[in-house]
């Protein structure tokens, strides 16, 4: 049995052992050979070289899998830190189950008695229209520069997200973008306008959630009714009627683009502020339509404004005063209003813009001549209805209405009510009085330039507009009642029962003054102004109709052909004469306060009661009087709405008292003296 070989013995092999082996191998032979007695004498060099080997392929597979190990921890990490915080934002919400589409605050359009638009009032300043009823450019116009990917989105487009997140590394704060569509509608319902990340967690979640719950047409009708552009006007149809005095239903693709580029910037780009930053912008949103296929490009450039030319923007007129005296008159009729409505006015629309461009026209004309700045007109019908409103030059720069909220001294215009308490305590138009100077209690009035006539009738005294007689007579009758005549026609403002007020003193609106006459005009009933006749819904209930309604007779029967024939008088031969127009009886009165602070006429016709007055805000004295400015104003007021109606009369307008004169009040009412009806017959026959 042969021995085996020890581990550590090595096998050695000559040439001559080897199949085929020659000399010519005997250097390999040789190296092997070196090596082999190499490997024999460092073993452990040889292992070393083969871990290494080894541990080489090891480490980087453990490195990898370590990454990707601790990735996904800190990915899981991540995730649930991002949940937390969203958790958390989360929480600071009402419950979902709660979540509920805000009403929409009520509207009140505010229409003449055509339907003609004045005004859209409340929060919103217009009413909310449906996306169907728009023109396909409109709603194109919006999502072209505003969401792009509205249609294929959740409700947050995250490439929009990424953008917005760099930018606003970049600098390092919140500037904003990014926000889609319908997080623009969840901000604008639910959240307030903090910029911060904490809001826009919960934007996103609100987001989510409307798109769950609404259609795409849905979100894009709640932002077009409730989105800002400007001018106090949330919503496409405020802001088409604001800019442009139309319907959004009527926009035009120009006018569509000038709209959605609001959007970005408001106030900066309102159109009527800024026109060549409002056309620049539309062109940009013209362009981005016809990028996204909406339009094309042809008509993107016909659409474009003409920078050389001035965007045509609604010019915001006279009836916003009427519009105002409405708002307020809404919580008499309604209370709170709580959804829209329709309020139908008395306007008429075509005498509201005669009466507006009329005083426009005589400020501008005469206004630096007669040194006066503004101006006011009112008129109405006989039964009270208000045709037209005029409170002012421009609302735009001073919404202040001269016409129904100012109160400014009427002058000569309130002596028809110191003459018909006259006619109540016996006196007639024929009746002689006399135009002479007196004191009373150190009070000397005087005649306008100092002139004066002695005896003369009532209905002269009156034509001339003698502030002697009427001083006479308010301390005759007491002025206590001249006050209480003034109010049973209708005059609300406070009356100080001095004997100087028969002078027009007092402070009264051109509103009431010129509502007062109305009696004169329709026969002797009292009468209660009114601008609304009817108030609808938006879906056509009515919830208030207009009934006759007043105080009744507040003049006698046998006392209106004596006013009216001494108010005649007034416009034939008196202060008023420049008034009459065609063959239409009118009477009137006109007015100046002391110093020419105020100049008024105050007149009518069967049709129309109609008050103007002219004057300065800051009460500074003018050279315009109520027999040249206002009666001018009026007189083309009053031709204009009379055209195409039959002439009618004035009641008792046919009847004159010039023929006979009784006699003479031949001594000045003595202080405290006091005459009633008994005795000023008793005077006359008892001679």
Do not use: C
């Not at 359009?109 to 169907?132: C, F, P, T, Y």
């Not at 009087?625 to 007189?635: A, D, E, M, R, T």
């Amino acid at each position: 049995m042969a021995r085996k070989p020890s581990k550590s013995s090595d096998l050695k092999l000559t040439n001559a052992d080897r199949i085929g082996g020659t000399k010519g191998k005997k250097t390999r032979t040789r190296t092997k050979a070196k090596t082999a007695a190499s490997s024999k004498a460092n073993p452990k060099k040889k292992v070393t070289r083969r871990k290494a080997k080894k541990q080489q392929k090891w480490t980087f597979w453990r490195v990898f899998r370590r990454l990707f190990y601790w990735g996904v921890v800190l990915g899981v990490w991540a995730l649930i830190a991002v949940g937390g915080i969203v958790a958390y934002y989360g929480m600071q919400l009402p419950s979902s189950d709660t979540w509920a589409i805000p009403d929409r605050p009520a509207n009140i359009r505010i229409v003449a008695a055509d339907g003609q638009l004045l005004s859209n009032r409340g929060k919103m300043g217009g009413e909310a229209i449906s996306i169907h009823e728009l023109p396909h450019f409109v709603p194109a116009a919006v999502l072209a520069i505003e969401d792009r990917r509205f249609y294929d989105h959740f409700g947050i487009d995250p490439i929009g997200i990424a953008r917005a997140f760099v930018n606003n590394t970049i600098e390092g704060r919140i500037t904003g973008g990014g926000s889609t569509i319908t997080q623009q509608v969840a901000k604008n319902l639910f959240l307030t306008p903090d910029q911060n990340y904490g809001r826009k967690i919960q934007e996103a979640l609100l987001s989510v959630w409307l798109e769950q719950n609404f259609t795409k047409d849905e979100i894009l009708q709640l932002y077009l009714n409730r989105v800002y552009f400007g001018a106090g006007s949330y919503g496409i149809e405020a802001a088409s009627q604001r800019y442009f005095g139309k319907s959004a239903r009527n926009l035009s693709l120009g006018e569509s683009a000038i709209l959605a580029g609001l959007l970005k910037a408001p106030s900066r780009l309102a159109p009527n502020k800024n026109p060549e930053g409002a056309a620049a912008r539309a062109r940009v949103v013209l362009n981005a339509m016809a990028e996204e296929g909406y339009i094309s490009e042809a008509e993107a450039k016909a659409a474009a404004i003409d920078p050389n030319k001035r965007i045509r923007t609604r010019v915001t007129g006279t009836e916003y005063y009427v519009a105002d005296w409405v708002e307020t008159l809404m919580d008499n009729y309604l209370g709170e209003v709580e959804q829209d409505v329709i309020v139908y006015t008395t306007i008429n629309w075509e005498l509201q813009k005669q009466a507006e461009f009329l005083i426009k026209e005589i400020v501008r004309e005469q206004g630096e001549e007669r040194a006066f700045s503004q101006g006011a007109l009112v008129s109405m019908t006989p039964d009270g209805a208000v045709q037209a409103i005029v409170g002012g030059i421009d609302y735009t720069t001073s919404q202040y209405n001269r016409a129904v909220t100012a109160r400014r001294q009427s002058g000569s215009a309130f002596k028809p009510f110191v003459y018909l308490t006259a006619l109540e305590n016996g006196y007639r138009p024929e009746t002689v009085v006399d135009d002479s100077p007196f004191t009373y209690k150190g009070w000397s009035p005087q005649n306008a330039g100092g002139k004066t006539r002695g005896t003369m009738q009532l209905r002269d005294a009156l034509a001339v507009s003698s502030n002697l007689v009427a001083a006479k007579l308010a301390i005759e009758l007491g002025p206590q009642n001249v006050a209480q005549t003034a109010y049973k026609l209708g005059i609300s403002s406070n009356i100080d029962p001095v004997p100087s007020s028969a002078l027009g003193t007092t402070g009264i609106s051109l509103l009431e003054l010129t509502a007062a006459y109305a009696p004169f005009a329709n026969g002797g009933e009292g009468i209660i102004a009114r601008v609304i006749s009817r108030i609808e819904t938006a879906e056509g209930e009515v919830l208030y109709n207009h009934q006759p309604a007043g105080p009744g007779r507040v003049v006698a029967p046998e006392h209106i052909p004596m006013m009216n024939d001494m108010l005649a008088h007034a416009v034939e031969v008196g202060t008023g004469r420049k008034a009459r127009f065609g063959d239409w009886p009118i009477a009137g009165k006109t007015g100046t306060s002391q110093k020419n602070r105020d100049a008024l006429f105050v007149g009518y016709s069967a049709r129309l009661v109609t008050g103007v007055w002219v004057g300065n805000d800051d009460d500074t004295p003018t050279n315009a009087s109520g027999g040249n400015v206002p009666v001018q104003v009026w007189h083309d007021f009053m031709q204009k709405a009379h055209e195409g109606l039959a002439v009618a009369q004035i009641p008792g307008g046919n009847v004159r008292f010039d023929n006979q004169s009784l006699e003479p009040m031949t001594q000045r009412p003595q202080e405290g003296q006091r005459r009633n009806l008994g005795d000023l017959i008793n005077e006359i026959f008892s001679r």
